[in-house]
């Protein structure tokens, strides 16, 4: 019995030791792209969002505005971004909505697994946001 124990506590020994691989996202500041000027709805909006993903991440978020080419110009930068989670875009749905449609050819596609999982991740980002954002005292 002695004999297993042992062995059991000398096989978990070495993974007690050993650290971890990964690093704990995120690792260094996250990048927020606002295909639209500054000081316009959806900039204030994700400056609000980036202070309070701030506070919560323990991170540096930079709101970085590209403003021109009917939101091509950020949504072109963010799409060719490596998908790490680091780059983030925030625009207006409907102008988003839209642009497919109006600007041809776009530089980027919409379409294809990883435009719909990175859709999805901006869906429980919006989520957590509204969450987040009610737990916010207004001040009058």
């Not at 996202?25 to 606002?34: A, F, G």
Request: some cysteine; charged content about 20%; glycine content about 6%.
């Amino acid at each position: 019995m002695y004999r297993r124990a042992l062995l059991f506590l000398l096989t978990l020994f070495p993974f007690a030791l050993a650290d971890p691989a990964a690093a704990e996202y995120p690792d260094h500041p996250i990048r927020m792209i606002v295909p639209q000027a500054a000081g316009s709805a959806t900039d204030t909006i994700t400056r609000v969002l980036a202070s309070a993903l701030s506070d919560e991440l323990h991170q540096q978020v930079v709101v970085d505005d590209r403003p021109g080419g009917a939101l091509t110009l950020g949504l072109d930068l963010t799409a060719k971004s490596p998908p790490d989670g680091y780059t983030l875009c925030m625009g207006p749905i409907g102008a988003l909505a839209i642009t497919r449609h109006l600007v041809v050819p776009l530089p980027m596609t919409f379409n294809g697994t990883s435009s719909r999982s990175r859709w999805w991740r901006a869906a429980s980002l919006y989520s957590w946001c509204r969450r987040r954002l009610r737990s916010i005292p207004c001040r009058s």
